[in-house]
């Protein structure tokens, strides 16, 4: 694999909070990859360690082939980046900090700005202190992907713009990514991301539980539904990597990773279990599954499988 971003064991502190633990991830070229996590999760933490303003305490990061430790500058330059709270010269009128911006960059940076400001219909003339939080987050990105980065980090990019926006936005990334250009987003709106995103990596208090394709993830991953003959009946866990479970009345269900093929067969006549069935969860369920701390542990499963003992709710 031809990683755009490659983190080796990387942990980061602060005091005593741990904000990253021992992470390891590689991200192909040509992707949109998605990170996720909850409110502290790292995200910005592993993103300000990309961008080399941030040192990790241990563990190895590149981005683009560069140390993001000694290159902060290289990749700077050869990336695009925005941050969750972009911070720009107030007195600058869009233009204005368009044509200083330019100075860093090549020749077609000027035309791809105005294009791109045009596009999200951003008044030129305006000064940035006058602008809506919107406007602002518009001229933000055209800052950042005005040099064709190959690589795009963006820390929650979509927070401020409106709905149409925000679609128009997120679609330009898949164009980016059909070029070859690479995109890490991070972000809450998991309903979003899921229609854009071709990579999932789920951060939960600076741990790195889950990275995977999204289709990879949605062919692995079903919902288990058991409705059972009375509501204290015993009943077998599906065999696989079972993420949680949750009962309500008369039916059990369950979130499974890696689901046995032949788990229909644990269900027959003698176990207690009318009606079962099996379908696709949506990456948000997906995501609460992995960050649901009362999740089953898979070292769990196999004791609780015993016919003998009860199922409690989750
Ligand atoms: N400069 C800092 N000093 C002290 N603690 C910090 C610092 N930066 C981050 N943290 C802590 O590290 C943890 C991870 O924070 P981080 O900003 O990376 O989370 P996040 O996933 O980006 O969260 P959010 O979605 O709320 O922006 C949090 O507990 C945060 O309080």
């Known amino acids: 694999m ?46 300000r360690i990309l961008t080399g303003s941030l040192k990790p305490d241990s563990g190895t990061a590149s981005v683009l082939g560069l140390s993001c430790l000694k290159d902060g500058q290289a990749i700077r330059q050869q990336t695009g980046y925005v941050s969750d709270s972009p911070a720009m010269y107030e007195w600058m009128t869009a233009d204005e900090i368009g044509w200083f911006t330019s100075a860093f960059y090549d020749d077609e940076f000027p035309g791809r700005y105005a294009e791109t400001l045009m596009g999200f219909d951003v008044p030129p003339g305006v000064k940035l202190k006058n602008m809506s939080k919107g406007q602002r987050a518009k001229v933000a990105l055209a800052l950042a992907t005005s040099h064709d980065p190959e690589l795009l980090i963006l820390d929650e990019p979509t927070s401020g713009l409106d709905p149409m926006v925000r679609r128009q936005f997120l679609e330009s990334m898949v164009d980016r990514a059909s070029l070859g250009r690479t995109v ?90 009318i009606k079962i069935d099996e379908e696709t969860p949506t990456l948000e369920e997906i995501f609460v599954a992995v960050c649901d701390t009362n999740a089953v542990r898979p070292t769990q499963q196999r004791e609780q499988v015993k016919p003998t003992s009860g199922v409690s709710a989750v």
Do not use: C
Request: net charge negative; charged share 25%.
């Open 184 to 273: 890490l987003l991070s972000s809450h709106q998991i309903n979003e991301v899921e229609r854009v995103a071709d990579w999932i990596g789920i951060l939960h208090q600076g741990d790195l539980k889950l990275v995977q394709p999204l289709q990879a993830l949605r062919d692995s991953t079903r919902v288990v539904t058991a409705t059972l003959e009375h509501g204290d009946a015993a009943v077998l866990m599906p065999r696989g990597e079972v993420l949680t479970e949750a009962k309500n009345g008369r039916q059990m269900r369950w979130i499974v990773r890696d689901l046995a093929d032949d788990w229909r067969s644990d269900y027959g006549d003698a176990s207690g279990v």
């Open 2 to 47: 031809n990683a755009v971003i490659s983190l080796q064991n990387i942990s980061k502190s602060f005091g005593r909070n741990r904000a990253l633990i021992d992470v390891t991830l590689d991200i192909p070229q040509g992707v949109v990859f998605a990170l996720l996590g909850e409110n502290g999760a790292g995200k910005t933490t592993m993103i």
